[in-house]
């Protein structure tokens, strides 16, 4: 199994642009997170989905879209970039809900935005 | 939701053991508490999670107090590669009940010499 996988790995864009970062997972999870982390921080939780079809938003969900069509993949969007949206994107993934289950986590995409 | 409050940072000779407090005062009864750690340019990774009962995996130790308002992971044997970031967190449902999100602090450093 590759896990959770991310691409890009790094990505720099100019304020205005837009992109989507890619987030696939090979468990056959039904849940899906996206995170980010700024400098020195923990995580924070920017949308989230129990399966193909729902999401829902999560602490930070302004500036970013989800979707959810198949239980693999799970893209984050970005559709006008600003510079306080630079952070590193993690998206992770649960076989269930509960709070005896662990998140699996991606290796991250590290996005500056100037 | 319910915090948690962990030192910002710790310090352990390398092959000696290492004890991570962090305190929960404010915990549910249905509140998980798991230890996540995040190695340097990583995802952070499954650790460790108990709810009452102390617990022991491969990787880790959970002690749990009594009260529950405070617990500590300890590492038996601290190498070198156990220098990262650990988070202790409780695991909540979200606001709608239908998944259970991860809440970040900033964790507790941990540096680890020869």
């Known amino acids: 199994n590759a896990g959770v996988t991310q691409t890009p790995k790094f990505r720099i864009l100019k304020i205005g642009q837009s992109m989507t970062l890619q987030c696939a997972q090979d468990m056959n999870h039904n849940y899906m997170y996206w995170y980010r982390q700024d400098p020195g921080m923990g995580l924070k939780l920017i949308y989230y989905s129990v399966g193909a079809g729902i999401t829902d938003k999560g602490e930070v969900p302004n500036g970013y879209n989800v979707s959810r069509s198949t239980t693999e993949d799970f893209p984050l969007r970005l559709e006008l970039a600003a510079p306080s949206q630079t952070s590193v994107y993690f998206c992770?993934?649960?076989?269930?809900?509960?709070?005896?289950?662990?998140?699996?986590f991606g290796p991250g995409t590290r996005l500056t935005v100037l | 939701d319910a915090k948690t409050t962990q030192p910002n940072s710790m310090e352990s000779n390398e092959e000696e053991p290492v004890h991570l407090p962090c305190n929960h005062s404010t915990i549910s009864g249905t509140d998980y508490i798991h230890w996540y750690r995040q190695l340097p340019s990583q995802g952070p990774e499954y650790v460790i999670h108990g709810l009452t009962s102390n617990v022991n995996n491969r990787m880790a130790s959970l002690a749990i107090a009594e009260d529950r308002k405070s617990s500590t992971l300890i590492l038996h044997r601290a190498t070198l590669r156990d220098a990262a970031v650990y988070y202790c967190?409780?695991?909540?449902?979200?606001?709608?009940?239908?998944?259970?999100?991860?809440?970040f602090g900033t964790g507790t450093r941990l540096q680890v010499t020869l």
């Open positions: 992770a993934s649960s076989p269930t809900s509960g709070g005896a289950n662990e998140q699996f």
């Open positions: 967190i409780l695991r909540l449902k979200t606001n709608t009940g239908t998944a259970s999100k991860l809440t």
